[in-house]
């Protein structure tokens, strides 16, 4: 399998600008700019106080001007026309693994530029926190092409190019990132979730805490299903071993579901939603169809 270029990542602007002919208005709203939560940040910029008047929101008082002025007034708001979009790209080493169509790491990166194309086309601004372990790069939310071909060449540089053992790559990348989210943004984070724990549960509350955020799980096959009988070879550079399909098969299930119950937990706990993307399907038609249907935002 080889390694993805430019080229590839650039291609896929096609692919964005027909998806979002194929796709339905109310669909691309629930994943770009046009869709506000309604519990989650307002997604709303100031615009000016004036004075209060029945009906208006008791919330947006202004106490500071009011008790000045010596009457009550209100904050203004306008919705924001460009919404930030953050993706989260974990290109940790054990990222470098696919028994299919491709590895997960080229399946995180085709995914990263089709939502980057696609939010640009949906008119919001796009950045990105990409991460392979040893280097993480974070790159502001800018609009329109400027803001897409910074993350594209920080994709193909942070690539992984040698299998190795998770790390806490994604970790890293919610540290760099929490700081930096206003109210009304929205994060996509494109991960294995390898080395996803319980104590991550802080680091993504203060994500969601104002803010809408939405898991892309990239799974392989041979992951989920375990080694068939037989004996094989496999490992990274130091560490290759023999296995025997049979009987590590049980011990390799369990592994799979403890992961999945741990990435079932969060979602349950902060309301996220999960969408799984297989090295076995090419990601535009997944992302087709997950665009396409009713229940898009679940």
């Not at 920080?154 to 040698?162: A, G, H, N, V, W």
């Amino acid at each position: 399998m080889k390694l993805v270029d430019l080229d590839e990542l650039l291609f896929l602007r096609g692919a964005a600008h027909r998806l979002t002919l194929r796709s339905s208005g109310p669909a691309r709203a629930l994943l770009f700019g046009s869709h506000r939560s309604a519990h989650r940040g307002r997604g709303l910029e100031f615009e000016e106080v004036r004075q209060y008047v029945p009906g208006d929101d008791p919330r947006s008082i202004d106490w500071r001007v009011s008790a000045r002025r010596g009457r009550l007034h209100t904050k203004l708001y306008r919705e924001e026309r460009e919404r930030p979009v953050w993706l989260v790209i974990d290109l940790n080493p054990a990222m470098y693994f696919g028994s299919r169509l491709q590895l997960k790491s080229t399946l995180a990166m085709r995914a990263a530029a089709l939502l980057a194309w696609l939010g640009t086309r949906s008119g919001d601004r796009i950045g990105a926190v990409i991460t392979n372990g040893t280097t993480t790069r974070c790159i502001a939310p800018r609009s329109r092409e400027a803001g897409v071909l910074p993350i594209l060449n920080s994709l193909i540089e942070l690539q992984p190019t040698t299998p190795a053992l998770p790390t806490q790559a994604l970790r890293a990348a919610l540290e760099t990132l929490a700081p930096l989210v206003h109210p009304g943004s929205l994060v996509l984070v494109l991960s294995d979730l390898a080395a996803l724990n319980e104590h991550d549960d802080a680091l993504f509350w203060r994500i969601t805490a104002h803010s809408e955020c939405r898991l892309f799980w990239i799974v392989d096959p041979l992951e989920r299903d375990g080694l068939p009988s037989g004996r094989f070879r496999g490992g990274y550079a130091g560490a290759i071993r023999t296995m025997d399909g049979r009987e590590i098969h049980q011990q390799w299930l369990a592994a799979w579901k403890q992961r999945e119950q741990l990435v079932t937990a969060l979602a349950q706990r902060l309301l996220l939603s999960v969408t799984q993307l297989t090295t076995t399907r090419p990601v535009e038609q997944v992302l087709a169809e997950w665009l396409t249907k009713p229940d898009a935002a679940a």
